[in-house]
């Protein structure tokens, strides 16, 4: 099956700064890889996603990236803000797989002042 | 309604009861989704519905969990005989249909067993 790893478990940067989160994948039949930012004791909240037919996709001061070949994608937030400091999980799906999502072990980001 | 809502939102219950989690999807969502979260940790599927068939229960742990669904709508995820492994908060996820659409989750239950 699908087996998705996710890179640092922790990160720490001052505000304003940039925030660079990667995942790999395992099974090249995946097709849409959706990121969510998880507050704490709250819902996982779908924060943008790209699917396999493009390479990047940009939301304000989001943005993901995608290299099919390499089987790895990652998330950049610019300038970010105290209110970023949350849990982000990648995740990804393969099709035909009943739309199931595998996500990965999730990065704790820490933006301090 | 507005999102999806799960209940109840903690349960505290002893080793070796039953227990029955409740997911209310958002409102014409045909497919539906139970997660499982343990501390510190990232999700992991357990079982995917589409209306009142489930297609895929590759993730249920053992037979001492089963879920269902009625009406196309609310779905009850049931552990029985609950051991301390099982201490998690369990999330539903619900999107309009399968295929390539974002699954929106719940608040989740926080699932205490002593």
């Known amino acids: 099956g699908e087996n998705v790893e996710q890179h640092p478990s922790t990160l720490s940067v001052q505000e304003g700064d940039s925030a660079v989160i990667k995942c790999t994948y395992s099974d090249s039949a995946s097709n849409y890889f959706p990121w969510y930012k998880q507050e704490l004791g709250k819902r996982p909240q779908l924060i943008i996603d790209?699917?396999?037919?493009?390479g990047e996709k940009k939301d304000q001061r989001i943005a993901v990236t995608l290299n099919k070949t390499a089987k790895h994608f990652s998330l950049h937030i610019t300038e970010t803000q105290p209110e970023d400091s949350a849990v982000y999980f990648c995740a990804a799906r393969v099709t035909g797989t009943a739309s199931k999502l595998t996500f990965g072990t999730g990065t704790r980001l820490q933006v301090t002042l | 309604g507005a999102g999806v809502s799960q209940s109840p939102s903690n349960k505290v219950t002893e080793k070796g009861k039953d227990v029955e989690l409740r997911c209310d999807p958002i409102s014409g969502h045909t497919a539906l989704y139970w997660y499982r979260q343990s501390l510190g940790q990232g999700l992991e599927f357990l079982i995917y519905?589409?209306?009142?068939?489930?297609?895929?229960k590759s993730g249920l742990p053992s037979d001492r969990f089963s879920a269902e669904r009625t009406g196309g709508s609310v779905s009850t995820l049931t552990i029985q005989r609950t051991q301390q492994e099982d201490s998690a908060v369990y999330l539903c996820?619900?999107?309009?249909?399968?295929?390539?659409?974002?699954?929106?989750f719940g608040d989740g239950t926080r699932l205490s067993i002593l």
């Open positions: 519905f589409q209306g009142n068939s489930a297609p895929d």
């Open positions: 996820a619900s999107s309009p249909r399968q295929g390539e659409q974002p699954q929106h």
């Open positions: 790209i699917r396999s037919n493009v």
